[in-house]
């Protein structure tokens, strides 16, 4: 569904809102392909492409013909209900060419960890019902029609890519074609030796979810008594790299209140950070409570995240954010109301 809105129509020459995805992206799930993986903003993003796609009959130019109607309406603003007050939606100069630089790879059906806050986690029959299919063939096919960028933003996401059977292959076709970096998030349980090669050659950046900065929070969230094997793969990437691959190995903290949301728990995350030889640290919140809480967040949320930007540079360590903490802060900066609000609070 597009809904019209009158600050959505450009008034420059060629411009018009799109973003980066809608243009050149695509996001391959275990039953769908979706525009982009984005789902912490009011719109709730994950905009379809195809629904029921297991692998088979993958045809680009159905894709590129969904996102050119997307162009269309957005170019008379309307706009896409699933985009409404995305970070990404952005007036700008877009190329209207056909080809993909943004990729997120998440066609898993299985992970070696059991997040208290993950769906698949929490319900596995749901995903031992799906059918793995291999990405491999369809890259390669699209890379050798030009269609895949060698510079393209390219993601592995949910469940454990290492336990991919093509994952080695898919990491050794981006290498072999010089492919610029991709960025791999795993539970960091399986040590990679692909990874780490990866990892040297500086095109493989690896974001380790840990949620903690002790064994026993860990496996509270985790539920698997793996968190000194996790620490022992993070040191190890880490210590098979040279300086400059170290800036590519991070460990995730997802903070989940009433559970991992204290100082000491973050100190801990980050001295143990330190100790493993990383010079980046990711911070994110847990999703649904952020959906639930997103209007009333508690100051001490807002204060742990102080901290912990804070006391990442005063170890000398690059701080980052992911979508729902970036949504978070927004939401914070950008309180006027919107649409989807007012509508929500009725
Ligand atoms: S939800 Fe955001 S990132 Fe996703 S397609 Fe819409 S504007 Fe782009
Ligand atoms: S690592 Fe990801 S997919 Fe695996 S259980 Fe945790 S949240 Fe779910």
Redesign the pocket.
Known sequence: MFIYNEKFVSKKEGYY??????EH?LVFFPYKL??????G?E?????MVRDNFSGKNFDINRIFKVKEI?RRFHKKGK??V???N????KEEKWNNENYLDHLYISHWTKCNSKCIYCYESNFPEDFKNKNLYEVLPILKNLYEQGLLKREANIAFGGGEPTLLGEFDDIIKFFMDNYFIRFRVHTSGIKYSETLAQAINALIAYVVVSIDAGTKETYEKIKQVPCYEKVRDNVRKYALNTTFLGRDLISTKFVIIPGINDTKEEIEKWLQGNREDGLYASVLDIEENWYLENRYKIPNHIYKLIEYTEKRSKQLNTYFQTYERLQNLLCDKQNKKSSFFRKKRIK
């Open positions: 809102y799109s973003c980066p995805w809608i992206g979706t525009m982009c993986c984005n789902c903003h719109g709730g993003g994950h905009v997307y706009i896409n699933n985009c409404m995305c970070n990404y939606l």
